[in-house]
């Protein structure tokens, strides 16, 4: 069955349908579609977190790994804030973010394949030796 949209539509709720039509047999199809159209990319990064005197967690190797369409220093702006958009180890120790870390880790077009990268990272700093914090 091939599913197309029209050359022209009458008002904008047609054209909306259709594209909710299209939209949905595509992903029906496997295919993976970029919402954003091409005008969002995701970013991996990775946050110091401080040491905690005597604690289990507190290292000079602990950090926090995340993933977001906002530049990364934005988002350790929010993380330090607090608040409901921020990881509370971050709010409570985070200090910077760490560019070493993060030189290598390529930016990507669709939030699966960040979430994917974020989940990695976070594994691949644990086996480096690191304690990390986020990584989901």
């Known amino acids: 069955q091939e599913i197309r949209g029209l050359d022209s539509y009458r008002t904008k709720e047609e054209a909306s349908e259709a594209r909710t039509r299209i939209r949905d047999h595509l992903l029906g199809c496997a295919y993976v579609l970029?919402?954003?159209?091409?005008?969002?990319?995701?970013?991996?990064?990775?946050i110091n977190l401080q040491e905690i005197a005597g604690g289990d967690k507190g290292s000079t190797n602990w950090v926090y790994v995340g993933q977001t369409s906002k530049a990364p220093e934005e988002r350790l702006?929010?993380?330090?804030?607090?608040?409901?958009?921020?990881?509370?180890?971050?709010?409570?120790?985070?200090?910077?973010?760490n560019e070493y870390l993060m030189r290598e880790i390529p930016q990507v077009r669709f939030r699966s394949d960040a979430l994917w990268l974020?989940?990695?990272?976070?594994?691949?700093?644990?086996?480096?030796?690191y304690k990390v914090?986020?990584?989901?």
């Open 34 to 46: 970029d919402a954003a159209n091409g005008d969002e990319i995701f970013t991996v990064y990775v």
């Open 77 to 97: 702006k929010e993380h330090l804030a607090g608040g409901t958009m921020s990881n509370k180890a971050v709010s409570t120790y985070g200090l910077d973010l």
């Open 118 to 129: 974020e989940r990695h990272v976070g594994e691949e700093l644990k086996q480096r030796g």
């Open 133 to 136: 914090e986020g990584a989901h």
